[in-house]
């Protein structure tokens, strides 16, 4: 089965603090994905990432940054967090085989509250 | 842009009843995948099914079955014999065989099943 594990289920931050979620992926997967998830406004992209220390915008990339040194982990960082992060934060990650179509696989999620 | 409605925001099942959950799609290329996803209270995203643009036949998993009518542009997902464990949100997604990866999500719908 593929594994997908996020460092905390659950986190609280001050506002201006810098904030690492950390996901990390066994089945030697391609694509990593970080998501956000909010309701009304259903799960949004963040970044992307199809391979080691290559990284892609998705749809809300403001105020984030992400990094990818292993194959295995991909990290998303709040370099100064605001209440505005508040959220459930979700990784994912996906073989390459059929491009766009392959299924990702998703991580338990963060739930970040930013004070 | 690729879009996705799900137009039932809940829906109350009897246990060991069926249920359908409604999917419309929306997109002008000819090669796509289909997916659903249940999230749980937990908070954990699990695949439960997919279906590609160019499949011949409506896919199949255990209980889930996904009901492609890819001229009216529908993926619906049906649940048979509801467990009482199937409560839960219910997201369909969408992605294009395009390289940026990008899985789009229906705003959910919230299943209970009831005893």
């Known amino acids: 089965d593929v594994k997908v594990t996020q460092s905390s289920r659950y986190l609280v931050k001050r506002t201006g603090e810098k904030v690492f979620l950390e996901c990390v992926q066994d089945?030697?997967?391609?694509?990593m994905f970080w998501y956000r998830q909010d309701p009304g406004l259903g799960l949004r992209l963040i970044y992307f990432?199809?391979?080691?220390?290559?990284?892609e915008k998705g749809d809300i990339p403001e105020g984030y940054s992400v990094s990818r040194e292993k194959k295995e982990r991909f990290s998303l960082i709040l370099e100064s967090a605001s209440t505005n992060q508040t959220s459930m934060y979700l990784c994912?990650?996906?073989?390459?085989?059929?491009?766009?179509?392959?299924?990702?696989?998703f991580g338990p999620g963060t739930r970040l509250l930013v004070l | 842009a690729q879009k996705i409605t799900q137009t039932q925001p809940g829906m109350f099942v009897q246990e060991k009843e069926a249920v359908t959950l409604d999917c419309t799609y929306d997109?002008?290329?000819?090669?796509?995948?289909l997916f659903w996803y249940k999230q749980p209270s937990s908070g954990e995203m699990i695949f439960l099914i997919y279906?590609?643009?160019?499949?011949?036949q409506n896919a199949t998993e255990g209980r889930y079955s996904l009901n492609f009518q890819k001229a009216r542009k529908s993926a619906n997902l049906v649940i048979s014999a509801s467990q009482l464990g199937d409560s839960a949100m219910y997201f369909c997604?969408?992605?294009?065989?395009?390289?940026?990866?990008?899985?789009?999500f229906g705003a959910g719908t919230t299943v209970t099943v009831r005893a």
């Open positions: 994912a990650s996906s073989p390459l085989d059929r491009g766009g179509l392959e299924t990702q696989y």
């Open positions: 089945m030697d997967h391609e694509n």
């Open positions: 990432s199809y391979d080691v220390k290559m990284k």
């Open positions: 997109t002008s290329d000819p090669s796509y995948g």
């Open positions: 279906q590609g643009s160019y499949d011949q």
């Open positions: 997604a969408m992605s294009l065989n395009s390289p940026d990866y990008k899985l789009s």
